[in-house]
């Protein structure tokens, strides 16, 4: 079973650094993408980064310029570095990649279970 196993989350004050990873493992035959969503109370889950293993790169307006996506193809590892930060961007951090096997679909979608980032004021 493909497992995505994320770090980083945490209480930071505004202005202040995060950086969250995302680690892929099991029988991944290959990554086509990974990304970070999020989701706050009440709210829809909404994309905030991705990156495709060819190197495209695609963020949502409201973290432009403050966070950096990034990943390492060799250790199935998608990084969000957050700078920055504000309590607007408290939420539940979600990893999804979309992963590739012989025989099957050109497109499989997994989550990690999420991590809390918490941007005080």
């Known amino acids: 079973q493909v497992q995505l196993v994320e770090f980083g989350g945490g209480l930071v004050q505004a202005g202040g650094s995060l950086r969250l990873s995302c680690v892929a493992s099991g029988s991944i035959f290959s990554i086509n993408a990974m990304g970070w969503y999020r989701q706050a109370p009440g709210k829809q889950r909404e994309l905030v980064a991705g990156?495709?293993?060819?190197?495209?790169?695609n963020y949502a307006d409201s973290v432009k310029g403050r966070f950096t996506i990034s990943r390492d193809n060799a250790k199935n590892t998608v990084y969000l570095q957050m700078s920055s930060l504000k309590p607007e961007d408290t939420a539940v951090y979600y990893c999804?990649?979309?992963?590739?096997?012989?025989?099957?679909?050109?497109?499989?979608?997994?989550w990690g279970r999420g991590t809390q980032v918490t941007v005080s004021s």
């Open positions: 999804n990649a979309d992963i590739s096997f012989p025989l099957g679909p050109d497109s499989n979608y997994y």
């Open positions: 990156i495709t293993f060819g190197g495209g790169l």
